[in-house]
């Protein structure tokens, strides 16, 4: 059953601290969004990726995040530093575009993230 | 960049009845529009998408339409039941040679009342 799986699950850490979350795509996907759920804001895109290469960053602070994607297989969202305001439920998804054709893009669980 | 409208934010409807949602976009690359189902404390899970090729999609008791022209389209969830209470996002993508960015509507908290 392949999924997108994002690590850590939860993690709350004081203000100022660097967070770092992880994603592994579903194999043979070659894109890979980063999304801020908010009650506020919905789904807020933050960044995306196709064959590895950033394609749109300009949701994401620039100022304290970064988002790479070091091989195929990982996909990192860094905060440096974290603040209160960052507090968040930080989904990746994953998807295949290939010529014409597209899968839908795939969720993981997500990572809950408290700045305190 | 593209821009996707939602409404309506809170739904109340009886179980049995129908429930319409919209959104609007204002891209018109835009050429894919799914339609993401998220309960409570869980991932966003598609349901139903539809492409531009096409105007009306059905799948059991849910059917998308959608209005190229006038850039909006719709969910429609027909004989309502509990298990149907969740938030569902609209999202319109392009589809062009630099990717398929995925922007999402600010969800319809949808609630099934018996």
């Known amino acids: 059953d392949a999924r997108v799986t994002q690590t850590p699950r939860h993690k709350v850490t004081e203000m100022g601290q660097e967070v770092t979350m992880r994603c592994q795509p579903i194999?043979?996907?070659?894109?890979v969004f980063w999304y801020r759920q908010t009650m506020m804001q919905g789904l807020e895109l933050l960044a995306y990726?196709?064959?590895?290469?950033?394609?749109?960053d300009s949701g994401m602070p620039k100022d304290r995040f970064s988002a790479e994607m070091p091989d195929a297989t990982l996909a990192t969202l860094k905060i440096q530093p974290s603040e209160p305001r960052d507090s968040a439920v930080y989904f990746c998804?994953?998807?295949?575009?290939?010529?014409?054709?597209?899968?839908?893009?795939?969720f993981g669980q997500g990572t809950r993230l408290t700045v305190v | 960049g593209e821009n996707v409208e939602q409404h309506p934010s809170t739904l109340s409807v009886q179980e049995g009845d129908s429930a319409v949602i919209k959104c609007t976009y204002s891209?018109?690359?835009?050429?894919?529009f799914p339609w993401y189902k998220q309960e409570l404390g869980k991932r966003p899970q598609l349901i139903i998408d539809i492409r531009s090729n096409v105007g009306e999609k059905k799948d059991q008791r849910i059917a998308v339409t959608l209005n190229k022209t006038a850039k909006h389209f719709s969910l429609h969830i027909t004989e309502t039941q509990p298990e149907d209470s969740a938030v569902y996002f609209c999202?319109?993508?392009?589809?062009?040679?630099?990717?398929?960015?995925?922007?999402f509507g600010t969800g319809t908290q949808l609630k099934v009342e018996l």
């Open positions: 990726f196709r064959n590895r290469a950033p394609l749109d």
């Open positions: 194999l043979g996907h070659n894109t």
């Open positions: 998804a994953s998807g295949l575009v290939l010529g014409g054709a597209r899968t839908e893009a795939f």
């Open positions: 891209d018109s690359a835009s050429n894919y």
């Open positions: 999202a319109a993508s392009p589809f062009t040679g630099g990717g398929n960015k995925l922007t």
